[in-house]
């Protein structure tokens, strides 16, 4: 429901941002500053945002941010998967003459040094390099499997195994794959041609490009925990997260409620950088222990993220995540929940384990979350969540409760 009407890497997080921003932050602060973004399907939500946020160019230093729509270069047919999309801004090599191409997704939640990578593919005279992320080996089953050497080249994979293969001389953990890579131009070039020629190919890095590589033995993966970021907490970076579900998205939301998150925003030493507003700041108003109606009316947030220009009035906020501009008015209750940019919670309404997208207003007295069958029988998205459910509002939608006939946008 959150990609219904905008591509992933322009989904709100946490607050402020865009998924995209964690991405585009990592490659910025690692000084790399010749960027494309490649984009396809529902993608003018993340042209406005690219273009609002992140737009910078520099004619002498060639340095820029530049999104890429498809652009049927190559025919009459759009991106047909992730290495046909390189494949179809080929030229753009040939434009810049980079000696290494960086391949990273903008989908997911992290901090990552890029430049530590870019190293490491050096030092190692890799054709390609994969970054890594070691997981506990019962973990790892769901996801794309890295085999290696004990040097680290990459000598296989394997998809959702049921028995995946460890690290060597670590039998604990194995690789699984974060979908960034690094590589040589040269190398890059030769593969996607040869890809863009094999008619049952499925154009995508994971399946068809990096198995490809394995057997020039210059395939290297690169462990993600050995990567330091400045300002980072513990002694190893471990902090990833790939936000493609309502659960893994909600989760990762509530890990910055934490008093230690292991993603850190609060550190200027390797910024996330977002939108910037020009909103005024927060405001908590009322402090009456008894209101009118006899309930306490006392403006407050706990455990929460609470952005510029929002207004919590008479309300409680518990253990959630407010996006610019919410408005919580008197005797209402939000707990542990995702309010997106300009939500209206009415009076004494109630919300628990909601996520709700931008510009959506609930009723005076409405309640969210507390009865499933009732959630779902108003039009609402349900989703399970261990034993419990997530229940999601799209943005500007009219729904119609069951109380009465009123409609809200």
């Not at 000084?31 to 406005?48: D, T, W, Y």
């Not at 910055?256 to 998150?261: E, K, N």
């Not at 292991?262 to 009322?286: C, M, Q, S």
Request: with cysteine.
């Amino acid at each position: 429901p959150l990609t219904r009407d905008r591509a992933k890497p322009a989904v709100p997080f946490g607050g402020k941002y865009r998924i995209i921003d964690f991405v585009l932050s990592n490659m910025v602060n690692s000084g790399i500053l010749q960027i494309f973004v490649l984009i396809q399907f529902k993608s003018q939500s993340l042209m406005e945002h690219l273009m609002g946020t992140w737009s910078f160019s520099s004619v002498l230093q060639r340095q820029f941010i530049f999104p890429l729509p498809a652009q049927m270069r190559m025919g009459r047919t759009w991106y047909g998967g992730t290495a046909d999309a390189i494949y179809q801004n080929i030229h753009l090599f040939e434009d810049y003459q980079p000696s290494d191409v960086a391949v990273f997704g903008a989908d997911h939640v992290y901090k990552m040094d890029v430049h530590q990578m870019l190293d490491y593919h050096r030092a190692t005279d890799a054709f390609a390099t994969v970054a890594a992320l070691p997981i506990p080996v019962q973990e790892a089953s769901q996801y794309g499997v890295i085999q290696v050497d004990d040097t680290w080249r990459v000598i296989g994979f394997e998809e959702k195994p049921r028995v995946p293969t460890p690290i060597p001389g670590n039998e604990e953990f194995a690789l699984i794959s974060m979908g960034n890579y690094i590589f040589k131009r040269a190398c890059l070039e030769e593969v996607l041609k040869r890809d863009a020629r094999t008619d049952n190919s499925s154009h995508d890095f994971g399946r068809d490009i990096l198995p490809a590589l394995v057997d020039c033995r210059r395939l290297f993966a690169y462990n993600f925990h050995t990567n330091k970021v400045p300002g980072m907490r513990g002694e190893q970076n471990t902090y990833w997260r790939d936000v493609g579900t309502i659960p893994a998205y909600f989760e990762a939301n509530m890990d910055l409620r934490r008093v230690h998150p292991d993603l850190n925003l609060y550190t200027n030493e390797w910024p996330i950088r977002g939108r910037e507003l020009f909103l005024p700041p927060a405001k908590f108003v009322h402090n009456e222990p008894v209101g009118a109606c006899g309930l306490p009316r006392v403006g407050h947030a706990i455990n929460s993220f609470v952005c510029e220009g929002c207004i919590v009035s008479g309300a409680v906020v518990d253990s959630s995540v407010l996006g610019p501009s919410v408005r919580v008015h008197s005797y209402s209750t939000v707990v542990n929940s995702i309010l997106l940019e300009d939500v209206d919670v009415g009076e004494r309404a109630r919300l628990r384990n909601v996520i709700i997208d931008k510009h959506v207003r609930i009723a005076p007295g409405d309640v969210v979350g507390y009865d499933r069958d009732a959630d779902e029988k108003r039009g609402y998205i349900v989703v399970p969540y261990g034993d419990n459910w997530i229940t999601v509002i799209p943005k500007v939608q009219r729904y119609r409760f069951a109380s009465d006939d009123d409609e809200i946008e």
